[in-house]
């Protein structure tokens, strides 16, 4: 990467974006996809920018919300309301509501009394729900524990052991159409035999149902789709052939049933680097550090669960390295404020422009005003 002429005039810290890249990553997995005829939904929460936003609906996607805020942010930004489906623990009755008056695809539900929540709220509005059971499979997705959420520990979706409950009372329930099944185990899953348990699990709870005489319209597999945070560049990442092909070979859907996908990180991860400059270089004990004018604010995924990010000096690209290794901080008030410790860098200096990679997923959508900062711009390049 290379500092570019046009962010001269350009205050620091930013989000670059690449659309190249966005695109290459659209297509591939729109091809992929495509060939199978699986549905992709793409999950606004990774990001939400409005350029990004418009190249996804352009290529024909669908949404995948968590709030009522991103459903909306989806109607606006131009996703057809009959590709945009609705998950969450704790949707609001605000939120079901403006989600049944626009008609969308779909509502994730996670518990017996969201169901009940929905069925009243459609009934009182004269509409039919179309809802998925979200069912927590109990697979492990073998990822860092906070982006977990395919466990029976997790808060998420309805457990098995709940499923002859929840489809009793949910025959009782007039204002609901039972539409899917809804799955979703976890985030940066890179070891893809993860998602080869999740269809096995997928293939005896849809048994129990067919034992039920019961044939939803749809699966949905969810995401969590991993990338490689150790090559920014590599422009074959992720491998979306190898990612579908594995429900291609393993999930037993039934006839007629479509099958439904909500990638994220996978689709935006590589397109998004944060850009900043150095402000101070200070003496430490083991490690010097650098001390960027981007902080957590700006970017949380290290210190929230300790996410790795690439980080290159620009200003002294091709230069050797220093023998000596640095911590990469921010200057917020939290010792949690640390993009990497150890990091090999060439010899750095105030003034030097830096990149933190692959920031494009839960970077700049997670950012706060913390110490007052300001919400930093996207800055997009082709
Ligand atoms: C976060 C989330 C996704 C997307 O996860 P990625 O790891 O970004 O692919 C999909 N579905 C649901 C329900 C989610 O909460």
């Known amino acids: 990467m290379k500092v570019l002429k046009q962010w001269a005039e350009l205050e620091t810290p930013f989000y670059a974006y690449d659309r190249q890249v966005l695109h290459h990553a659209l297509q591939r997995a729109k091809t992929a996809a495509e060939k199978r005829n699986y549905h992709v939904h793409y999950a606004l929460k990774a990001n939400a920018e409005a350029n990004l936003l418009q190249s996804i609906v352009e290529m024909g996607f669908g949404a995948d919300c968590v709030s ?15 590709k945009i489906v609705f998950a969450g623990v704790g949707k609001s009755d605000r939120e ?38 979200r069912i927590n499979p109990d697979v492990d997705p073998n990822t860092h524990r906070y982006i977990t959420t395919g466990l029976e520990e997790n808060k998420f979706g ?16 007039n204002a609901l159409q039972l539409e899917g099944l809804h799955f979703h185990i976890g985030s940066q899953i890179t070891d893809l035999s993860a998602f080869r348990n999740l269809c096995t699990r997928v293939n005896e709870i849809q048994r129990w149902f067919f034992d039920r005489q019961i044939v939803p319209n749809h699966v949905n597999l969810g995401g969590g789709l991993g990338i490689d945070y150790d090559r920014p560049a590599a422009s074959d990442d992720p491998d979306f052939e190898a990612y579908f092909s594995i429900f291609e070979r393993f999930l037993e859907p039934r006839p007629h049933q479509s099958i439904h996908f909500e990638l994220g990180r996978a689709l935006v991860g590589h397109c998004g680097a944060l850009i900043s400059k150095v402000l101070y270089v200070k003496p430490g004990i083991k490690t010097d550090f650098v001390i960027l004018d981007a902080g957590m604010t700006e970017l949380i995924r290290p210190a929230l669960y300790q996410a790795y990010h690439r980080i290159e000096n620009l200003s002294k690209s091709g230069q050797p390295i220093a023998p000596k290794k640095y911590d990469v901080v921010g200057p917020i008030c939290e010792s949690s404020d640390c993009f990497g410790k150890a990091v090999e860098l060439p010899q750095t200096e105030r003034g030097d422009w830096v990149a933190i990679h692959t920031a494009g997923a839960y970077g700049q959508v997670m950012a706060s005003r913390y110490n007052l900062r300001p919400f930093v711009p996207a800055v997009w390049t082709d």
Request: overall charge negative.
């Open 68 to 82: 009522g805020q991103e459903v909306e942010c989806a109607v606006e930004s131009g996703f057809a309301a009959e």
């Open 96 to 133: 079901i509501r403006y989600a049944l008056e626009n008609d969308i695809y779909c509502f994730n539900c996670e518990s017996l009394q969201e169901l009940e929540v929905i069925d009243q709220l459609a009934a009182s509005m004269g509409k039919v729900a179309r809802v998925a059971l």
């Open 158 to 173: 309805i457990n098995v052991w709940q499923l002859e409950e929840t489809l009793a009372r949910l025959q009782t329930l």
